[in-house]
Nanobody
Framework: QVRLVESGGGSVQAGGSLRLSCKVS????????MAWFRQAPGKEREGVAS????????TVAESVKGRFTISRGSAKNMLYLQMNNLKPEDTAMYYC???????????????????WGQGTQVTVSS
């Protein structure tokens, strides 16, 4: 059974940093494309960043480019999102997602992913 568990969320002031983690079990993570999404109250789920199984191909949303970095752990069962220079508009629930494909068209589209974690809350105050 595929299980994705996010951690690392919290409350920070604008300009601060957080590192989100997603622990993967029940699948061979090196065969899965993975991504981070976020959803603020009253808004649609938004793709933040995606990673190919080999961690060589990344797609990052324009809204976070230059501030957020996606990466996979050396153990291959972890996915990370380093978030720097956080802004109040980054406040949202952040989710980890996975799909058993090496290359996904439109990798920041939530409909492309079949497995999801429960989310971790990030709150940025001004």
């Amino acid at each position: 059974q595929v299980r994705l568990v996010e951690s690392g969320g919290g409350s920070v002031q604008a300009g601060g940093s957080l590192r989100l983690s997603c622990k993967v079990s029940g699948l061979s993570a090196d065969l899965y494309s993975m991504a981070w999404f976020r959803q603020a109250p009253g808004k649609e789920r938004e793709g933040v960043a995606s990673s190919s199984p080999d961690d060589l191909d990344h797609t990052v949303a324009e809204s976070v480019k230059g501030r957020f970095t996606i990466s996979r752990g050396s153990a291959k069962n972890m996915l990370y999102l380093q978030m720097n220079n956080l802004k109040p508009e980054d406040t949202a629930m952040y989710y980890c997602a996975a799909r058993a494909e090496a290359r996904i068209s439109d990798p920041l589209s939530a409909s492309r992913y079949l497995s999801w974690g429960q989310g971790t809350q990030v709150t940025v105050s001004s």
